[in-house]
């Protein structure tokens, strides 16, 4: 699906604040209410927005550690593979394969470093790890939501 600069704006106004309303949201990018949400709704259902959700800073759930972790795998391990397995840790917040020596590249939160050191003893027990290589996280630098790229080329709405 192609967005419009509409749709960007729209999606950026969601992201900043996702419970502002469609009024809100079209004073922002100059549109009705109902045209926000006729777009809102076709976002949607086209898939380019895939829900909507609370951030919660996870030291309010007692998660005040983090740390990122590498996964070197046997073999051909598959992706869908890897990803069964590490989806079994609550504390994995985020994975993807990566490029380099690694095959994929954990981000865990956890209540301190010993809660880290044992998710990492639980994911190097996983069949097809040969070794891990971690990084624990002393502060973070940059927060943000994700950023709307601009498509310069998609000008009109």
Same mark, same amino acid.
């Given at each position: 699906?192609?967005?419009?600069?509409?749709?960007?704006?729209?999606?950026?106004?969601?992201?900043?604040?996702?419970?502002?309303?469609?009024?809100?949201?079209?004073?922002?990018?100059g549109l009705s209410a109902s045209a926000v949400k006729r777009r809102v709704d076709r976002l949607?259902?086209?898939?380019?927005?895939?829900?909507?959700?609370?951030?919660?800073?996870?030291?309010?759930?007692?998660?005040?550690?983090?740390?990122?972790?590498?996964?070197?795998?046997?073999?051909?391990?598959?992706? $869908? %593979?890897?990803? !069964?397995?590490?989806?079994?840790?609550?504390? &994995?917040? /985020?994975?993807?394969?990566?490029?380099?020596? =690694?095959?994929?590249?954990?981000?865990?939160?956890?209540?301190?470093?010993?809660?880290?050191?044992?998710?990492?003893?639980?994911?190097? $027990? %996983?069949?097809? !790890?040969?070794?891990?290589?971690?990084?624990? &996280?002393? /502060?973070?630098?940059?927060?943000?939501?994700? =950023?709307?790229?601009?498509?310069?080329?998609?000008?009109?709405?």
């Amino acid at each position: 699906m192609e967005l419009d600069r509409l749709d960007r704006d729209i999606i950026g106004a969601l992201i900043e604040d996702a419970r502002a309303t469609y009024a809100e949201i079209g004073q922002r990018v100059g549109l009705s209410a109902s045209a926000v949400k006729r777009r809102v709704d076709r976002l949607r259902e086209t898939g380019a927005i895939t829900g909507f959700t609370a951030r919660v800073q996870p030291a309010a759930l007692g998660w005040t550690t983090e740390a990122y972790v590498e996964l070197f795998c046997a073999g051909k391990t598959s992706p $869908a %593979e890897i990803g !069964v397995a590490i989806a079994r840790h609550p504390e &994995v917040v /985020s994975a993807c394969t990566i490029t380099g020596e =690694a095959d994929a590249l954990l981000h865990i939160r956890a209540t301190d470093v010993r809660h880290v050191e044992r998710v990492i003893e639980r994911l190097a $027990a %996983e069949p097809f !790890v040969v070794r891990t290589k971690s990084s624990v &996280v002393l /502060s973070r630098l940059i927060d943000a939501p994700p =950023a709307l790229a601009r498509n310069e080329s998609a000008s009109s709405a």
